[in-house]
């Protein structure tokens, strides 16, 4: 099936391999309905992309858009916050990156 809205927040930056990450990234994409779907990913996207022990590495944002690009998918968001300042004010505390499907055509 089809879906207008995924959510993988806090799973994401568990995939270490770059092959595995480019085919769930896929994979994902792939299930996204047509038209205003949107893939939330959580996580942490910064300039660099970080090892960060066992189990979990960081992406940069442009290795990010690299691969929506090549999948046809893009960055249509990011929302960042204070991860510490959120979790002592108990608000969120995750980045989340939006991720859409480019839409051809007129909305008419």
């Known amino acids: 099936g089809q879906f207008d809205v995924i959510n993988?927040?806090?799973?994401?930056?568990?995939?270490v391999c770059d092959e595995s990450w480019k085919q769930a990234i896929s994979n994902l994409g792939s299930l996204?309905?047509?038209?205003?779907?949107?893939?939330i990913v959580g996580g942490?996207?910064?300039?660099?992309?970080?090892?960060?022990g066992?189990?979990?590495?960081?992406?940069?944002?442009s290795e990010w858009d690299t691969l929506l690009n090549s999948l046809n998918l893009q960055r249509t968001g990011l929302n960042r916050y204070d991860w510490?300042?959120?979790?002592?004010?108990?608000?969120?505390t995750d980045n989340l990156l939006f991720?859409?499907?480019?839409?051809?055509?007129?909305?008419?």
């Not at 996204?32 to 893939?39: A, F, G, I, N, T």
């Open 8 to 15: 993988a927040i806090g799973v994401i930056f568990h995939i």
């Open 99 to 108: 991720i859409s499907r480019p839409f051809a055509g007129n909305q008419n």
């Open 44 to 52: 942490d996207f910064g300039d660099e992309t970080i090892e960060r």
């Open 84 to 92: 510490w300042g959120g979790a002592d004010a108990g608000l969120l």
């Open 54 to 61: 066992v189990m979990r590495k960081t992406r940069s944002l």
């Open 32 to 39: 996204l309905s047509d038209h205003q779907s949107v893939l």
